[in-house]
């Protein structure tokens, strides 16, 4: 399907309710382009020999409602962000939105229409192409999940492609990873992940990808996939199977430590503490993020035997192997499994925040230099149940889908480098300003 421009679909506006819902959201602090931070934003560590990551904005839904979660995923390709809201009734549309930054902040510039009741539609934004995977509103037999892609060709976004599960997986489309320098797209759902190729001319499938042999059961293959320089990253982060002590023993349920396939010229293997456990939360690859060259790869571990919310960072050697380079505890003090991972010259993490479950802390990292991680800055979020997190070109961009009775936000940042000074001799040195590496 070729040469289809689309537009804007739906109103700005839906009635007087809407109206109050914005005006109770900007009342909160969270409106379009604020430029002071999200609600509850504060930056509260700056690195002296790091960069600081000042808040560009934050935006809320076209049309906020209640129930919307909008922010529920989000994506960045340095310059133009994109994030998805759920329908607010069973017979409802949801949306994905683009927004572009300009001089005067960011102008939402594209919508498209999703389902998505149950399940939340997923956007994934390259410098020329926008994928959005839409899984079915039921988890059931014959409802198949669909794939849009839409290519910009500068001034208008126009919808090249759209799929529909072959096989009636009803959660196709439920993680995508796109990388524009291969042209490899990345598709999970119905416990595999399907490969295609795109560019504005041709849409292609190459292949498909299924879990190694495995001991456990719900594993959740394709719960996250990132594409690599040299291989497609694919999460398993969950499963379970069943321990019987002999004779008459009890059973137990012994839960998988999590794993990440690296599916390239062969199949490598990647795990954290490695030791299996109760039932639990996801564990290692319950997120997966790739640097825009493909030549890092962060993985996020909500769960697992003796820690929580760790991130792990492995690099690709000039011989073609993965090594592990970084491994990043929880801030101190914090609870809770949810955990989010970009990375791309920088490393974005959100995690529950320190003692609560409804908060969250977002954190940068430089990972450079023979000291290893240097932690920028630490900025506290508003909830932190959900908050997905995008990296490129020295934006991040951070979705908040529970704030505010689920009308959500998102909220923009970018990386500035940091001045240094010396104020006097043995006082040390001290960031002084700042010259921005991103546009504000």
């Given at each position: 399907?070729?040469?289809r421009?689309?537009?804007?679909?739906?109103?700005w506006?839906?009635?007087?309710i809407?109206a109050?819902?914005?005006?109770?959201?900007?009342?909160?602090g969270?409106g379009p382009?604020?430029?002071g931070?999200?609600?509850?934003?504060?930056?509260?560590?700056?690195?002296?020999l790091?960069?600081?990551?000042p808040?560009?904005?934050?935006e809320?839904?076209?049309s906020?409602?209640f129930?919307?979660?909008?922010?529920?995923t989000?994506?960045?390709n340095g310059?133009?962000?994109a994030?998805?809201?759920?329908?607010?009734?069973?017979?409802?549309?949801?949306?994905?939105?683009?927004?572009?930054?300009?001089?005067?902040?960011?102008?939402?510039?594209?919508?498209?229409p999703?389902?998505?009741?149950?399940?939340?539609?997923?956007?994934?934004?390259g410098p020329?192409?926008?994928?959005i995977?839409?899984?079915?509103?039921?988890?059931?037999?014959?409802?198949?999940?669909?794939?849009?892609?839409?290519w910009?060709?500068g001034?208008s976004w126009?919808?090249l492609?759209q799929?529909?599960s072959?096989?009636?997986?009803?959660?196709?489309?439920?993680?995508?990873?796109?990388?524009e320098?291969?042209?490899?797209?990345?598709?999970a759902?119905?416990?595999?992940?399907?490969?295609?190729?795109?560019?504005?001319?041709?849409?292609?499938?190459e292949?498909a990808l299924?879990?190694?042999?495995?001991?456990?059961?719900?594993?959740?293959?394709?719960?996250?996939?990132?594409?690599?320089?040299?291989?497609?990253?694919?999460?398993?982060?969950g499963g379970?199977?069943l321990?019987?002590?002999?004779?008459?023993?009890?059973?137990q349920?012994?839960?998988?430590?999590?794993?990440?396939?690296?599916?390239?010229s062969s199949?490598?293997t990647?795990?954290g503490?490695?030791?299996?456990g109760?039932?639990g939360?996801?564990?290692?690859?319950?997120?997966?993020?790739?640097?825009?060259d493909?030549?890092?790869?962060?993985?996020?571990?909500?769960?697992?035997v003796?820690r929580?919310?760790t991130?792990?960072?492995?690099?690709?050697?000039?011989?073609?192997?993965?090594?592990?380079?970084n491994?990043?505890?929880?801030?101190?003090g914090?609870?809770?499994?949810?955990i989010?991972?970009?990375?791309?010259n920088?490393?974005a993490?959100?995690?529950?925040?320190?003692?609560?479950?409804?908060?969250a802390?977002?954190?940068?990292?430089?990972?450079?230099?023979?000291?290893?991680?240097t932690?920028?800055a630490?900025?506290?979020?508003?909830d932190?149940?959900?908050?997905?997190?995008s990296l490129?070109?020295g934006?991040?961009?951070?979705g908040?889908?529970?704030?505010?009775?689920?009308?959500?936000?998102?909220g923009?940042?970018?990386a500035?480098?940091a001045?240094?000074?010396?104020?006097?001799?043995?006082?040390?040195?001290?960031t002084?300003?700042?010259?921005?590496?991103a546009?504000?």
């Amino acid at each position: 399907m070729l040469g289809r421009e689309t537009g804007a679909r739906g109103s700005w506006w839906q009635g007087a309710i809407v109206a109050v819902l914005a005006a109770a959201a900007i009342g909160c602090g969270v409106g379009p382009e604020t430029g002071g931070g999200a609600p509850g934003d504060v930056e509260t560590v700056r690195s002296a020999l790091g960069v600081s990551w000042p808040s560009t904005g934050t935006e809320t839904d076209v049309s906020p409602a209640f129930g919307a979660f909008f922010g529920s995923t989000v994506s960045t390709n340095g310059t133009s962000i994109a994030a998805t809201r759920l329908p607010v009734s069973g017979s409802g549309l949801g949306t994905t939105q683009v927004w572009q930054h300009t001089t005067t902040g960011w102008l939402p510039t594209f919508s498209w229409p999703t389902q998505g009741a149950d399940h939340h539609p997923v956007a994934v934004l390259g410098p020329s192409w926008l994928w959005i995977g839409e899984p079915c509103n039921q988890d059931t037999a014959g409802c198949a999940g669909r794939l849009y892609g839409f290519w910009f060709n500068g001034t208008s976004w126009f919808e090249l492609v759209q799929v529909v599960s072959s096989s009636n997986a009803w959660d196709f489309g439920s993680a995508l990873a796109w990388d524009e320098n291969t042209q490899i797209l990345a598709v999970a759902g119905g416990g595999s992940v399907s490969v295609y190729t795109a560019t504005p001319s041709f849409f292609g499938f190459e292949y498909a990808l299924s879990q190694p042999s495995s001991p456990y059961l719900g594993s959740g293959f394709g719960s996250a996939v990132a594409v690599t320089k040299n291989a497609i990253a694919v999460s398993a982060p969950g499963g379970e199977r069943l321990v019987i002590s002999r004779p008459r023993g009890p059973i137990q349920i012994i839960r998988s430590p999590g794993y990440v396939y690296l599916f390239g010229s062969s199949v490598t293997t990647l795990t954290g503490v490695g030791a299996e456990g109760p039932s639990g939360s996801p564990s290692f690859g319950a997120s997966l993020s790739a640097s825009l060259d493909g030549t890092s790869l962060a993985v996020g571990a909500g769960h697992e035997v003796g820690r929580d919310l760790t991130t792990y960072v492995y690099r690709l050697g000039s011989t073609g192997t993965w090594s592990l380079s970084n491994t990043i505890l929880a801030p101190s003090g914090a609870t809770g499994t949810d955990i989010s991972v970009g990375i791309d010259n920088y490393l974005a993490i959100t995690t529950d925040a320190p003692g609560s479950t409804t908060a969250a802390t977002l954190q940068f990292y430089q990972l450079g230099g023979f000291l290893g991680p240097t932690l920028d800055a630490t900025i506290s979020l508003t909830d932190g149940v959900t908050a997905p997190v995008s990296l490129r070109a020295g934006r991040a961009i951070v979705g908040q889908p529970d704030f505010f009775g689920d009308v959500g936000y998102i909220g923009t940042y970018a990386a500035s480098s940091a001045v240094i000074v010396a104020q006097g001799l043995g006082s040390g040195l001290t960031t002084a300003a700042a010259a921005p590496a991103a546009a504000p």
